[in-house]
């Protein structure tokens, strides 16, 4: 199975940065994902990593550790549309299933 | 808008029943994703149909069974009812059968009473 763990909430400033950290114990792995959701509405897809390294998406990025069994997605230029909750899942080796963590809520203030 | 739809919105029901939830992938999607998020549980994935075939499964109650038609749109079937059931309802589609990216319809919302 998969233990997925992330912070449940963070706050930071209109123009700041904020880094949302997410860390996994897996029995498989082929894949790290990230999604936004905003509060009501459908998650979107924001990244996905299957290699070590940083995977950049204009604002946002995204980097993955496989030896450590960690990610973080990094918000640049916050903006105040990017109040949500944003979701790390891991894929397992064998099926194409998703694990989601319970999600990090960033709340962006003016 | 993800291209993907769902139907019902909102669906109340009470205990013992049984709903039928519905899914059309974006065009040219092959693969369908069923999750239930809840307040406690957050997102969990249940089940995958691909081209027609069910791919992978998640911790899908006996109660709920889904299948994916020629036209591939999906349907999730949820029977005997129970409060723990209300929850929000998630269907999402992908091009192929990794589903590196899949696209989100807006849910339906199950109330049961």
């Known amino acids: 199975g998969q233990n997925i763990d992330q912070p449940t909430e963070m706050t930071a400033t209109e123009g700041a940065i904020v880094q949302i950290n997410c860390t996994y114990q897996?029995?498989?792995?082929?894949?790290l994902f990230w999604y936004q959701q905003h509060a009501g509405e459908a998650p979107t897809f924001l990244s996905y990593?299957?290699?070590?390294g940083l995977e950049e998406k204009g604002r946002f990025s995204s980097f993955l550790s496989r030896s450590k069994g960690y990610s973080y997605l990094l918000l640049k230029e916050l903006q105040m549309k990017d109040s949500a909750s944003y979701l790390c899942?891991?894929?397992?080796?064998?099926?194409?299933?998703?694990?989601f963590g319970a999600g990090t809520t960033v709340t962006v203030r003016a | 808008d993800s291209g993907v739809t769902q139907t019902p919105k909102h669906l109340i029901t009470a205990t013992g029943q049984r709903v039928t939830l519905r899914c059309s992938p974006r065009?040219?999607?092959?693969?369908v994703y069923w999750y239930q998020q809840s307040l406690d549980q957050g997102l969990q994935f249940l089940i995958q149909?691909?081209?027609?075939?069910?791919?992978a499964k998640g911790n899908i109650l006996e109660r709920f069974s889904a299948q994916q038609f020629p036209d591939l749109h999906s349907e999730l079937n949820l029977s005997s009812l129970e409060l723990g059931d209300s929850a929000l309802y998630f269907c999402?589609?992908?091009?192929?059968?990794?589903?590196?990216?899949?696209?989100f319809g807006p849910g339906t919302r199950l109330t049961v009473l």
């Open positions: 999402a589609s992908s091009v192929g059968e990794a589903g590196n990216e899949q696209f």
């Open positions: 149909y691909y081209n027609g075939e069910e791919r």
């Open positions: 065009s040219g999607d092959l693969s």
């Open positions: 899942a891991v894929r397992g080796y064998n099926d194409y299933k998703l694990s």
């Open positions: 990593n299957v290699l070590d």
């Open positions: 897996t029995s498989g792995f082929n894949g």
